[in-house]
DNA sequence: CCATCTTATGCTCATGGAGAGTATAAATGG
DNA sequence: CCATTTATACTCTCCATGAGCATAAGATGG
């Protein structure tokens, strides 16, 4: 940045980069959340930013409803990074990276596209605790942070790091916060647990599962998760994930599936229905296992009436 | 956006932009927010990026570091915008502008920089609660906002319309929610109350009182403003803006300042001391009227204990 | 010294939301 | 009929939060 603050009126020349947009674009499909991914799975959707738009968003909405053939729901930007050239070269050409976070329900990928869904916690296993936290973590993940804990020079900082281990892993009989996705990331980033850590360097290191993904996508990724996680507590963004109908038990579901772990089933119902986030259809779920429930619709009204409070989580401990 | 979405490895060529850093940086003196300013206080301090930094963050460090000698506290990435030449004409050289929060103790600005210290209900006026809700808004912002809400081609409109208003400025009885800054901002740009919203058309446009900023600068500021009020609800970001003794009262000062509403004493301080944010110095506040105060320092340690749970409000409701 | 003002600080009370559990209803497949 | 599965209705307890009362400790002016 220069020395002397100006009006942003007269660009410098010899500054140029170049924009790009990389999407964590999310659908929930019983009760899976996939993203959207190119390249096999390795990469998220990106590309240059035209300016043949007027905004960011319109360039991302245009692209994606071209990509799926459907509207794209709730969108909102995440983060912008800098990249100086893949190389570290600095002749080679800058980019910034703009990432945004958009909610749509799965559906058809255009014909001759590349793109498919994934699964979500095919990149972070560790991220799933609806069936309680997954056994790796206490078998393999935790004895790998607890060695690079140990691995610091003294022991005040082995003792901080291990406690920060603890804390965004939810170790030593601490809670698990699903919101410290990207915190997760980056520790294990730091501990050389993923691959992408590896800079190119010949040697292995320890990994831990995970499928790992091009460049600092992962990353982005994590940020979205993060996000979203935090938003459907307070933002009933859930809907836009969900078909116009739905059964309380499905919206629960999907929710659980966002969060990485489970709601108490009633609390969840007195939640909704006080808030008064749906309306009856006056339907019944079909083709339903055990007593036949409800069916609901969002009531968009909502978004209208108040500053939306939002949808708490009503965890359960066990 | 490509329509074919590949890795960004390959940046298209043609697609060159200049990317600009701005910066909301906030300090709080004597219970009043302020903002670092240019240009006599109608803009907020911006730049290119330079590419000798290593990040984004780091530029901006830098870079505040230079201006007021003083290290830049908490960062937080507010926003990126895409604009298309000043003057809309295709032509012109595209840019991005990547704007930050930073969070500073105000303090003397450099020698032969035209930075300084404004304060940021200067820009908006009607976001400062905590003698009341200001009574232009009743007498000035409301009429002005019927007007407009009357406007509307429709009834179903109009009343939509004026419902978006009620809630956004705490009108027909509504409770005030500081934190929409940015929702109220838009709006009163939307009913062209805002001078910056009239595209240097000659006509007079009824205005709203505030002091006007260069180009989007007074949205920025009311992103980063809203992104603050939230912050400090469930992040103990206000400790940044403290010195490193304070008392429960001038904790509690610069919080209403921030949020723009008073708190209720009592419940502030069980809150801040439940939490365990501070610790007393053993000393007592010196130059005081009334009973002396015990001076706290903000306990560091928290920040590595616990996946912070925050600051929330007491507000009162008087 | 006393009255009064100002701020600090301790404590109680009522309300409501959140976590948790119990109980009952309505469907299906043996 | 019974076991199983899901839906739905209540109840109970705990605790955070908004609110207010009461007292303490300093200064100041008569």
Known sequence: MARSPQKSSAPASGNAVTADLVAVLVAVTDGAPKIMTIAGGSALPSGPFEFTHRSLQTALRAWVEAQTGHPLGYVEQLYTFADRGRSGDAKSPHSVSISYLGLTREDKVGEGFEAHWSGWYDYFPWEDHRAGAP????????????????????????????????????????????????????????????????????????????????????????????????????????????????????????????????????????????????????????????????????????????????????????
């Open 135 to 318: 056994g790796f973590i206490a078998r393999s993940i935790a004895p790998k942070l607890k060695a690079w804990a140990k691995a610091a020079s003294s022991p005040t900082l082995q003792r901080e790091r291990w406690q920060r281990c603890a804390i965004t892993f939810g170790l030593d009989d601490r809670d698990w916060n699903e919101e410290l996705v990207l915190q997760r990331y980056e520790l294990l980033w730091e501990a050389s647990l993923i691959p992408e850590a590896n800079h190119s360097r010949g040697r292995e290191a320890p990994v831990v599962p995970g499928k790992p993904m091009t460049a600092d996508h992962r990353r982005i990724l994590a940020t979205g998760i993060a996000r979203l996680r935090a938003k459907i507590k307070y933002r009933p963004v859930v809907f836009e994930l969900m078909p116009a109908e739905f059964t309380l038990l499905q919206l629960q579901r999907s929710v659980e599936a966002l969060a990485g772990r489970l709601v108490h089933k009633q609390n969840f119902r007195r939640l909704i229905e006080q808030q008064e986030l749906v309306e009856e259809t006056g339907a019944m779920a079909a083709d339903t296992v055990g007593r036949p429930a409800k069916l609901f619709r969002f009531r968009h009204a909502v978004l209208a009436e108040r500053a939306v409070a939002g949808t708490k989580l009503p965890l359960s401990r066990t």
